[in-house]
């Protein structure tokens, strides 16, 4: 029998008992022979072949009809191995040429997984890629001064960095000129029996001031929470000590420029209070999803320092 293969279209010649087998073509295409029918396997129930026409007595040769036997066509040449069909095509890519140029850092952060209840939790192969990056990005966890520096830092916190660096460097100025005239101008003999209580006073009161403004702007640079905490608790307690001082001006009938000055940095104070609680701000400590309790105690615990502070200026003051 002769059969055409599906992947070249070569006719292939395939002997009888083959039929029901699994044959080969020359291109290496594999196929089933089929099976003759029972009707055509049967040779008594195979129709008889008409016999050609007899030729006519005394006719020539060149006039007797010729036999209607099919005459076989040569095989078709089998393609060249560069035209055939790949039996896998690769599958095409999903993704365009160019759509990962534009990417940055910050499209290649981590990403939580989430794991389905009771699955385990695939660990990635030691030096495997995936485990390298896990390995490198706990190593970056802890590194606040570097990333305070590579991260987004809004402009408003650098400048009340800068205030308050500014005031801290103008209070030790203050504090050294003060001690400097207590030595050279002569006190009243009450002030001068207690030099030493006073001074003692004046540098606590001075140094505690340095530390807090220095303390405040080193907190504004740095993307630590505990910073975010810090400024919340150092600034509510300059809100208290701006109005326990107004107060104290008024007792003492200091003025209207020193209660006028007072007035000014008590509203400048609870501006920059405010600020801390914007999202761009809130965003760079982290600190967007920290509980509303944290922010109550940083007040309560910088208005009682304050409130307290305030209240011994305005005992000793009398």
């Known amino acids: 029998m002769r059969l055409k293969c599906p992947g070249c279209s070569q006719l292939i010649n395939v002997p009888d008992t083959a039929a029901g087998k699994i044959v080969a073509c020359p291109c290496g295409k594999?196929?089933?022979?089929?099976?003759?029918?029972?009707?055509?396997?049967?040779?008594?129930?195979?129709?008889?072949?008409?016999?050609?026409?007899?030729?006519?007595?005394?006719?020539p040769a060149s006039h007797r009809p010729a036999s209607h036997r099919p005459t076989p066509s040569p095989p078709a040449p089998s393609p060249p191995a560069s035209h055939r069909p790949a039996s896998h095509p690769p599958a095409p890519s999903p993704f365009a040429p160019g759509d990962f140029d534009d990417l940055t850092e910050a499209?290649?952060?981590?990403?939580?997984?989430?794991?389905r209840p009771g699955a385990a939790v695939a660990k990635p192969a030691a030096g495997s890629d995936r485990a390298k990056l896990q390995q490198y990005l706990k190593e970056d966890e802890g590194k606040g001064w570097q990333n305070s520096i590579e991260s987004e830092h809004p402009a408003v916190l650098k400048t009340i960095g800068t205030i308050n660096?500014?005031?801290?460097?103008?209070?030790?100025?203050?504090?050294?000129?003060?001690?400097?005239?207590?030595?050279l101008v002569e006190l009243p003999p009450e002030i001068e029996n207690a030099k030493g209580v006073y001074l003692a006073i004046l540098i606590t009161a001075f140094s505690?001031?340095?530390a807090m403004c220095a303390g405040a702007g080193l907190a504004c640079f740095l993307d630590f929470k505990f910073c975010w905490y810090f400024l919340i608790f150092a600034y509510s307690m300059t809100v208290i000590s701006h109005v326990c001082r107004i107060v104290n001006s008024f007792?003492?009938?200091?003025?209207?420029?020193?209660?006028?000055?007072?007035?000014?940095?008590?509203?400048?104070?609870?501006?920059i209070?405010?600020?801390?609680?914007?999202?761009?701000?809130?965003?760079?400590?982290?600190?967007?999803?920290?509980?509303?309790?944290?922010?109550?105690?940083?007040?309560?615990?910088?208005?009682?320092?304050?409130?307290?502070?305030?209240?011994?200026?305005?005992?000793l003051g009398e």
Do not use: H
């Open 107 to 115: 499209d290649l952060s981590p990403i939580r997984g989430v794991s």
């Open 165 to 183: 660096f500014v005031f801290a460097f103008l209070n030790g100025l203050l504090l050294v000129a003060i001690m400097g005239l207590m030595g």
């Open 208 to 210: 505690f001031d340095i």
């Open 30 to 59: 594999q196929l089933r022979a089929p099976q003759p029918s029972a009707a055509a396997a049967s040779p008594a129930t195979r129709a008889p072949m008409a016999s050609p026409p007899a030729a006519a007595p005394g006719a």
């Open 273 to 315: 209070r405010l600020m801390f609680q914007a999202k761009e701000i809130r965003s760079f400590y982290k600190t967007t999803e920290s509980p509303w309790y944290g922010v109550v105690l940083a007040d309560l615990a910088g208005a009682l320092l304050g409130g307290g502070l305030g209240l011994a200026t305005i005992l």
């Open 251 to 271: 007792l003492l009938d200091a003025g209207w420029v020193s209660i006028g000055f007072g007035v000014f940095m008590l509203l400048l104070s609870c501006i």
